[in-house]
C-alpha cells in the first residue's frame, strides 16, 4: 500500500462525481488498506459458495471470490472508463473493445479472444496502442508468496503474462499494453509508462501542467477502484448472510410501504 497510486484517493478532493466516495466506500477502502476485516461473522471458519473454507481473519477473501464474479467485471468496467477519460483529457481519441482481426498475425486467430483483443484502443500520434485493463489481488493463492517478498510482485507477473500473450499472437500495426492494478491500487510499470507518456502528450500543447495531470489521473484512477472493491465487498456481504445463518429472507431490490410485499417470499 506504501506508494503514491495506492494512496492517491486518501488525498481526493470531490470537486466531481468521477472524484466522489461515498461513505460507505470510503470506509470499505480504509479497511482495507490497514488489513482489518471489512465484513465480521460469528463463526471461526464458514464454508463459502466458491467451496473454499474462509477465516473470520481473512478479511480480503471477497476480492478474490468468484461467487461475486459479476461485480468484478463491474470493477473492471469501471477502471477501464476511467482510462478512457484519463485519455481523453489527454487530447487522445479511443474506442472500446478494438476489434483486430485483419490487422494481427495470422496466428491470433487460434488464439483464444483475450490475447488478440485489448479493452481500449487509443490514437497516439506516434502508434495505435491496445491497452488490456486488470486488477490483480496480492493476496490471492497465485500471488501471494511473491508479493509479500517484492512490493508490486503481482502487477508484474500480471504484466509478464500478458506481454507474454500479445507476443504470440503477433501485430506489426499496434502497440499492447497492459494496465495492471493491484486491488490495494499500485500500478503496473506499463501503466505508469502510459500515463507518463499521456502526460507529457497533453503537457506539450502549453494548456496543462504534466505533474498536475499525472496527480489528477492517479485520482481518478485510484477513485474508481476504491469504488469498484467497494461493489465486490458489498455483493460479497449479501452472500455472506447466507453462509452465516439459515432460512434467509432477502431484503426487496426497491424498499416499499406495503406491508404485504414480502407475504410471497
Known amino acids: 500500500n506504501a506508494c503514491r497510486p495506492a494512496s492517491a484517493w486518501l488525498t481526493t478532493l470531490p470537486p466531481s462525481p468521477a ?31 466458491c467451496h473454499r473454507r474462509v477465516q473470520n481473519a481473512n478479511s480480503d477473501h471477497s476480492l478474490t471470490c468468484t461467487s461475486v464474479k459479476r461485480m468484478i467485471t463491474t470493477r473492471h468496467n469501471m477502471l477501464v472508463a476511467a482510462w478512457r477519460r484519463v485519455m481523453g483529457r489527454a487530447g487522445v481519441a479511443t474506442t472500446r473493445e478494438p476489434s483486430l482481426d485483419e490487422h494481427m498475425h495470422a496466428a491470433a486467430e487460434r488464439r483464444p479472444r483475450s490475447a488478440a483483443y ?30 509479500a517478498a517484492t512490493a ?38 506499463p501503466a505508469s509508462q502510459l500515463l507518463n507518456e499521456l502526460a507529457s502528450l497533453a503537457s506539450s500543447t502549453g494548456a ?19 469504488r469498484g472493491n467497494h461493489r465486490i465487498v458489498a455483493a460479497y456481504a449479501a452472500l455472506n448472510t447466507r453462509i452465516t445463518g439459515s432460512a434467509l429472507i432477502p431484503g426487496l431490490p426497491v424498499p416499499t410501504t406495503d406491508v404485504g410485499a414480502m407475504d410471497a417470499m
Open 208 to 226: 496543462v501542467d504534466k505533474a498536475r495531470f499525472v496527480e489528477s489521473a492517479l485520482q481518478e484512477l485510484s477513485v474508481s477502484l476504491c
Open 152 to 189: 508490486g510482485a503481482a502487477a508484474r507477473i500480471r504484466d509478464a503474462q500478458k506481454f507474454a500473450h500479445y507476443n504470440r499472437a503477433g501485430s506489426a500495426v499496434y502497440r499492447m499494453v497492459p494496465l495492471s492494478h493491484e486491488s490495494y491500487g499500485r500500478l503496473g510499470q
Open 118 to 147: 485489448g479493452d481500449v484502443l487509443a490514437m497516439l500520434p506516434r502508434r495505435l496502442t491496445v491497452a488490456d485493463v486488470s486488477v490483480i489481488h496480492p493476496g490471492a493463492d497465485t500471488y501471494v508468496r511473491t508479493a
Open 19 to 49: 472524484l466522489r466516495l461515498q461513505p460507505e466506500e470510503f470506509l470499505t477502502s480504509f479497511r482495507l488498506r490497514l488489513g482489518v476485516a471489512v465484513l465480521h461473522q460469528d463463526t471461526d471458519t464458514v464454508q463459502c459458495f
